[in-house]
């Protein structure tokens, strides 16, 4: 992979990271539940208010980079680290999202709805861009991907297992911390749960191999190696 390409992947990378955050933007704002990967973290915060969602956040993020690293073992490149400080970087475009759609009114509960699958439609887009770009991946996705990778089964999939069991927990969470009562997940978390990895899945099969397309780039005769240019002009 020569400069120009991998350039090219982190661009496609950071604007994955827009898209996702402004997805999660999205449905935070219907007001119908976070995202499935935050609702743990939000379950914990309400319970240990004395830390913020936010700080929550990063350490559920390490803790999924910690996942990483027990599956892939060796396989694990440092460079994945990165996933911390990007972490940070997806909250400013969460609240940049946040702003964009500030405007948009929710009073009814269609509206609410609305605001959830438009939600699950862009932050799927950004899912499945930042996994074609192939560089580096927040910590969920990451960690779905180590999970698929290591399995061999298809990351839509693995990322459906992945959001419903964060739900799952979640949910578990929040029946032992406040006395069997339901709280930091509702029904956009769960609809989000079973809906975004299919989704991804359909990005993932239309938009792969145009966008992989532009991504590669052709050697010039000057990125060859000397051995190959010899060869050639040999001939």
């Known amino acids: 992979m020569n400069k120009k390409e991998l350039s090219k992947r982190y661009l496609l990378f950071i604007i994955s990271l827009f898209f996702s955050a402004l997805g999660v933007a999205f449905t935070k704002h219907g007001g119908l539940g976070v995202s499935p990967i ?3 973290a939000n379950v914990l915060s309400c319970r240990f208010d004395f830390l913020s969602i936010g700080i929550w956040l990063i ?8 996942g990483q690293i027990v599956i892939l ?11 911390i400080p990007l972490s940070v970087l997806f909250r400013v475009f969460t609240d940049i999202g946040m702003k964009i759609v500030s405007w948009i009114p929710t009073d009814s509960y269609i509206m609410k709805l609305l ?11 950004g899912v499945s861009l930042s996994v074609i ?8 996705e990451a960690f779905v991907k180590a999970i698929s990778d290591t399995t061999h089964k298809q990351f839509g999939n ?3 297992a992945f959001d419903v069991g964060c739900v799952a927990a979640s949910v578990i969470l929040s029946l032992i911390f406040f006395d069997f ?3 930091g997940a509702r029904e956009g978390t769960v609809i989000s749960a079973f809906t975004v990895g299919l989704v991804v899945k359909f990005f ?7 966008i992989s397309s532009l991504l590669t780039t052709q050697s010039t005769e000057a990125e060859l190696p000397a051995s190959n240019l010899n060869r050639s002009n040999a001939r």
Do not use: D, E, Y
């Open 38 to 40: 935050s609702s743990v």
């Open 59 to 66: 350490i559920w993020n390490c803790l999924l980079i910690l």
């Open 73 to 83: 073992r060796r396989k694990f490149q440092i460079i994945q680290l990165l996933q």
């Open 115 to 125: 605001m959830v699958v438009t939600g699950i439609i862009i932050l799927a887009f």
């Open 133 to 140: 770009a192939n560089v580096i991946l927040n910590s969920g």
């Open 158 to 160: 693995v990322k459906i």
């Open 181 to 183: 009562k339901i709280v």
């Open 204 to 210: 993932n099969k239309h938009l792969q191999q145009p």
